[in-house]
């Protein structure tokens, strides 16, 4: 789970556990949900993907669905940059940058990409205290970049007139490349 992400390990280990249990009930010829796995609950039903405050729903699901079949499929979780969760990409759309909902929003979409904020998390253990989770561990080396995350690459948006920075290029086909959460070029995925 998380792997190259950087959701908290509360939010890993809950979907973990939804994964092993849907495979438990699908596998379990008893279970009326035999076979069938898109009747699984997931982080979209009942719950919403983005309000982790929903996601006791799909929790609840899984307690009133499993009928007697026991979740046997460990994981782990990647927490090499997971430390400070995910960034909401909300600070951008305050003073000084001043960037609309609609940047912000594209923004937060992209969030996966080179975040600002990231941080190691828990360093690799197989000391979970979770039944199911095997290892906390660092899949992705810490710090390596995603890879270009600019316009061109329909990751980052940027509302180049609300916010700039001396030395910033200011002709449309240089700004394409330019990762204005950085405030450069991004270097190449793995570097």
Same mark, same amino acid.
């Given at each position: 789970?998380?792997?190259? /992400?950087?959701?908290? @390990?509360? /939010?890993s280990? @809950?979907?973990?556990? +939804?994964? =092993?249990?849907?495979?438990?009930?699908? $596998?379990?010829?008893?279970?009326? %949900?035999?076979?069938?796995?898109?009747?699984?609950?997931?982080?979209? /039903?009942? *719950?919403?993907?983005?309000?982790?405050?929903?996601? #006791?729903?799909? $929790?609840? +699901?899984?307690?009133?669905?499993?009928?007697?079949?026991?979740?046997?499929?460990?994981?782990?979780?990647?927490?090499?940059r997971?430390?400070?969760?995910?960034?909401?990409?909300?600070?951008?759309?305050?003073? !000084?940058?001043?960037?609309?909902?609609?940047?912000? #929003?594209? %923004?937060? *979409?992209?969030?996966?990409? /080179?975040?600002?904020?990231?941080g190691?998390?828990? !360093? !690799?253990?197989?000391? &979970?205290?979770v039944?199911?989770?095997? =290892?906390?561990? +660092?899949?992705? &080396?810490?710090?390596? #970049?995603?890879g270009?995350?600019?316009?061109?690459?329909?990751?980052?948006?940027?509302g180049?007139?609300?916010?700039?920075?001396?030395?910033?290029?200011? @002709? *449309? =086909?240089?700004?394409?490349l330019?990762?204005?959460? +950085?405030?450069?070029? @991004? !270097? *190449?995925?793995?570097?």
């Open positions: 789970m998380n792997v190259s /992400n950087f959701q908290a @390990d509360r /939010n280990i @809950d979907y973990g556990t +939804w994964i =092993a249990d849907c495979i438990a009930i699908v $596998t379990d010829s008893a279970n009326r %949900l035999h076979g069938d796995p898109a009747s699984c609950a997931s982080q979209d /039903n009942p *719950a919403t993907k983005s309000d982790f405050r929903t996601w #006791s729903l799909t $929790t609840k +699901w899984y307690a009133e669905h499993l009928a007697g079949a026991v979740a046997k499929t460990h994981f782990v979780i990647d927490t090499s997971n430390g400070n969760g995910p960034d909401s990409m909300r600070q951008y759309a305050t003073v !000084p940058y001043g960037q609309p909902a609609d940047v912000v #929003s594209a %923004l937060a *979409a992209g969030n996966w990409c /080179n975040p600002p904020d990231a190691l998390g828990l !360093p !690799p253990t197989a000391r &979970t205290g039944p199911l989770l095997d =290892a906390y561990l +660092w899949v992705k &080396t810490p710090g390596q #970049s995603d270009q995350c600019d316009a061109a690459a329909v990751i980052r948006a940027w180049y007139h609300d916010y700039t920075q001396p030395g910033w290029p200011a @002709d *449309a =086909a240089s700004r394409e330019l990762d204005p959460l +950085w405030g450069t070029d @991004d !270097p *190449a995925a793995g570097s």
